[in-house]
């Protein structure tokens, strides 16, 4: 009973960092108990799952175990789902975890409960459908490793099957202006069959989503895909709002309109989808949009089960809390990232960026020292250092925010890239040190000279 249990609820980019800095400092004594909750058994940082989808990047070389994250620093690791919370016996309800296929009949672990002292929920968001018909069931989110890799596989096999009609000959004499008797050829370049892909939404996500699909056409021609990387393979991006990325600067929006638009990438914006069809996608506006593939990246929500918790939450789901971290509730629970609804003073509310996560995640740190210690919590400040968008291997875009330099600056090409680059670096410094960043940087450059650039199959 002297041991004080401290449970974090989402292994997402801030949950890991905060169970490793606190299984670090507290970890190796017996007062406190720091336990990381998670449906998962590994993470991967979620704004690379763009790149997963489109097959520059390989999950197994980048996915990270939880249970081995606990070895290495001093947490436990319960996988499970959150399905419930019980505030006056201060426990938190886990679904039971179903066996594979290959595991035996039953459940591998059952519903179960588990005792905290203080609570950190950190589970994230999910797609928000907006209530559009037809997009929950024809279209693919990009919330998790599994959604990005059934993309990506969908994606190939399209590819594949346009390949395979543009070379099944047909008829001469039903091609005008070719020469009559029978002979068969190839459909002409007007009738050739193409894969369309659209995306729904020019937040981060569908930008870098677009950019990374067009050098995956690209890189598949040269491993024997014979479809023309720009005229057979189309990419559409549907916006509601007047210009992609509305939540970043005019200047930054608009560079990356003109990039996407060299990479003939089709950007419809003004517009908002009416009806999603398994091979269409309908706008208010009337136009019909073919579709092989549709991906939704127009929103967020966070999960329902944060409303049924009892604690006080927005039209989002999204916990509210004081500028403590602490939920207006509960004081015993702490919430952050993008599950959390947090005030920032003079700007609205803390935007659901990883860089909010990360510097939450630092903030809780001291939070829970100063709570262990019986002292008063401090409050969090955000600081917004600027936003980058990555377009892949054709360049990247942003702008820099922050005291050294002095205001905004406007960056692009290499340089955006370098430091859209460092952001990841800098993730896999929290969760395992410089030194192991490094090596680990090292040892990704080497890989790549074995590798396809575009994960195959």
Same mark, same amino acid.
């Given at each position: 009973?002297?041991?004080?249990?401290?449970?974090?609820?989402?292994?997402?980019?801030?949950?890991?960092?905060?169970?490793?800095?606190?299984?670090?400092?507290?970890?190796?004594?017996?007062?406190? %108990?720091?336990?990381?909750?998670?449906?998962?058994?590994?993470?991967?940082?979620?704004?690379?799952?763009?790149?997963?989808?489109?097959?520059?990047?390989?999950?197994?070389?980048? %996915?990270?175990?939880?249970?081995?994250?606990?070895?290495?620093?001093?947490?436990?690791?319960?996988?499970?789902?959150?399905?419930?919370?019980?505030?006056?016996?201060?426990?938190?309800?886990?679904?039971?975890?179903?066996?594979?296929?290959?595991?035996?009949?039953?459940?591998?672990?059952?519903?179960?409960?588990?005792?905290?002292?203080? @609570?950190?929920?950190?589970?994230?968001?999910?797609?928000?459908?907006?209530?559009?018909?037809?997009?929950?069931?024809?279209?693919?989110?990009?919330?998790?490793?599994?959604?990005?890799?059934?993309? $990506?596989?969908?994606?190939?096999?399209?590819?594949? $099957?346009?390949?395979?009609?543009?070379?099944?000959?047909?008829?001469?004499?039903?091609?005008?202006?070719?020469?009559?008797?029978?002979?068969?050829?190839?459909?002409?370049?007007? %009738?050739?069959?193409?894969?369309?892909?659209?995306?729904?939404?020019?937040?981060?996500?569908?930008?870098?989503?677009?950019?990374?699909?067009?050098?995956?056409?690209?890189?598949? $021609?040269?491993?024997?895909?014979?479809?023309?990387?720009?005229?057979?393979?189309?990419?559409?991006?549907?916006?509601?709002?007047?210009? +992609?990325?509305?939540?970043?600067?005019?200047?930054?929006?608009?560079?990356?309109?003109?990039?996407?638009?060299?990479?003939?990438?089709?950007?419809?914006?003004?517009?908002?989808?009416?009806?999603?069809?398994?091979?269409?996608?309908?706008?208010?506006?009337?136009?019909?949009?073919?579709?092989?593939?549709?991906?939704?990246?127009?929103?967020?929500?966070?999960?329902?089960?944060?409303?049924?918790?009892?604690?006080?939450?927005?039209?989002?789901?999204?916990?509210?809390?004081?500028?403590?971290?602490?939920?207006?509730?509960?004081?015993?629970?702490?919430?952050?990232?993008?599950?959390?609804?947090?005030?920032?003073?003079?700007?609205?509310?803390?935007?659901?960026?990883?860089?909010?996560?990360?510097?939450?995640?630092?903030?809780?740190?001291?939070?829970?020292?100063?709570?262990?210690?019986?002292?008063? @919590?401090?409050?969090?400040?955000?600081?917004?250092?600027?936003?980058?968008?990555?377009?892949?291997?054709? /360049?990247?875009?942003?702008?820099?925010?922050?005291?050294? +330099?002095?205001?905004?600056?406007?960056?692009?090409?290499?340089?955006?890239?370098?430091?859209?680059?460092?952001?990841?670096?800098?993730?896999?410094?929290?969760?395992?040190?410089?030194?192991?960043?490094?090596?680990?940087?090292?040892?990704?450059?080497?890989?790549? /000279?074995?590798?396809?650039?575009?994960?195959?199959?």
């Amino acid at each position: 009973m002297s041991v004080h249990r401290i449970v974090v609820v989402g292994g997402g980019a801030g949950g890991l960092e905060l169970v490793t800095r606190l299984g670090d400092k507290y970890g190796r004594g017996k007062d406190v %108990q720091v336990t990381l909750v998670d449906r998962s058994l590994s993470h991967i940082w979620k704004p690379l799952l763009h790149e997963v989808a489109a097959g520059v990047m390989d999950t197994a070389t980048h %996915q990270l175990s939880y249970v081995a994250q606990a070895n290495w620093h001093h947490f436990e690791f319960a996988t499970g789902e959150m399905i419930g919370l019980d505030r006056q016996a201060k426990t938190i309800r886990l679904a039971a975890v179903p066996a594979a296929a290959d595991e035996g009949e039953g459940d591998l672990l059952p519903e179960r409960t588990l005792p905290y002292d203080t @609570l950190v929920l950190a589970i994230g968001s999910t797609t928000n459908f907006f209530g559009v018909a037809g997009a929950q069931e024809n279209t693919i989110a990009l919330d998790t490793v599994e959604q990005a890799e059934r993309f $990506r596989r969908r994606l190939m096999a399209a590819c594949v $099957r346009a390949q395979n009609a543009a070379e099944t000959p047909v008829a001469a004499s039903a091609s005008p202006g070719v020469q009559p008797g029978g002979a068969l050829l190839s459909p002409p370049a007007a %009738q050739r069959p193409k894969v369309n892909l659209v995306i729904v939404g020019a937040g981060a996500t569908g930008v870098e989503l677009s950019a990374e699909l067009r050098n995956t056409a690209e890189v598949l $021609r040269s491993y024997g895909l014979r479809l023309d990387p720009r005229k057979d393979v189309r990419i559409t991006i549907i916006e509601s709002s007047p210009r +992609i990325l509305k939540a970043l600067p005019e200047r930054v929006s608009g560079a990356v309109a003109g990039l996407l638009t060299k990479l003939d990438v089709d950007i419809l914006c003004g517009d908002s989808v009416a009806e999603v069809r398994p091979n269409e996608v309908t706008t208010t506006s009337g136009k019909v949009l073919p579709a092989d593939i549709t991906v939704w990246s127009a929103g967020i929500t966070a999960p329902s089960v944060l409303g049924t918790l009892g604690l006080a939450v927005n039209r989002l789901n999204q916990i509210e809390v004081l500028p403590t971290l602490q939920s207006k509730t509960d004081p015993d629970i702490f919430a952050f990232g993008d599950c959390a609804s947090c005030e920032w003073p003079e700007h609205g509310f803390v935007p659901p960026r990883a860089q909010a996560a990360h510097q939450q995640a630092s903030f809780l740190v001291k939070a829970i020292e100063a709570r262990l210690k019986g002292q008063s @919590l401090p409050t969090f400040t955000y600081r917004d250092f600027g936003s980058l968008v990555s377009l892949g291997k054709f /360049s990247a875009v942003g702008n820099l925010m922050g005291g050294l +330099i002095g205001g905004s600056m406007f960056i692009e090409g290499l340089f955006a890239r370098v430091m859209y680059t460092s952001l990841y670096r800098m993730h896999v410094a929290a969760l395992h040190g410089v030194w192991r960043m490094m090596l680990d940087t090292v040892a990704n450059r080497l890989r790549r /000279s074995t590798v396809p650039r575009v994960k195959l199959h």
